[in-house]
């Protein structure tokens, strides 16, 4: 079982503001398997009519920051490949806003984004149970900031629980 709480220092520096959604007694394995069911029970609640609305111009709508969860989850298990297979390289950053612009939200319906979800999750929980902590924490470089797969893996546990909360706070309750 993956123990270990993420060291600041193996991960950019924004990451301390996703760190504090960690639960400090579970595992990484334990938190991204309770966390998908969790998630996935928030995003079956989200009424059909809010899927698409945004709480002011120029956001995002909730699919939107649904697929961003993903991308960025996504972009998460290829930094943590690398960096669990020691790889020193430099990976670049992304544009968020872009990959939303591109990311076809309104041909998508939500039980597409949460099948997405949900498959993206289940992958980067079996990526990190073939891990053992030579792998975890190599340190590499992404987006020119240190990076290891043991911060990769809690960022995408606290990165899911912050979009969460916006969702709750901007979304849903001041819509209704």
């Known amino acids: 079982m993956i123990r ?8 950019p520096s924004w990451s301390k503001h996703y760190f504090k959604y960690i639960e400090e007694e579970e595992s990484l394995l334990q938190s991204m398997q309770g966390q998908r069911e969790v998630f996935l029970t928030f995003l079956k609640n989200i009424p059909a009519d809010k899927w698409d ?9 909730i699919k939107g920051v649904i697929s ?9 298990q290829y930094r943590s490949l690398r960096t669990s297979r020691h790889d020193p390289t430099n990976m670049e950053g992304f544009d968020e806003n872009a990959y939303d612009l591109t990311a076809n939200l309104d041909e998508r319906s939500p ?20 891990m053992n902590e030579s792998n975890l924490d190599f340190v590499g470089t992404g987006n020119n900031q240190p990076f290891s797969a043991r911060s990769g893996g809690w960022l995408m546990v606290g990165h899911a629980i912050h979009h969460m909360y916006v969702i709750e706070e901007r979304y849903l309750i001041r819509t209704e």
Not at 4 to 11: F, I, K
Not at 53 to 61: A, H, I, L, M, V
Not at 68 to 76: A, K, P, R
Request: no cysteine; hydrophobic share 35%; charged share 25%.
């Open 111 to 130: 039980e597409q984004i949460i099948d997405q979800f949900m498959a993206t999750r289940n992958s980067s929980i079996a990526l990190f149970d073939g």
């Open 53 to 61: 609305y945004r709480y002011e111009e120029g956001k995002w709508s």
């Open 68 to 76: 961003h969860v993903i991308d960025t989850e996504l972009i998460f």
């Open 4 to 11: 270990t709480q993420p060291n600041p220092e193996h991960a």
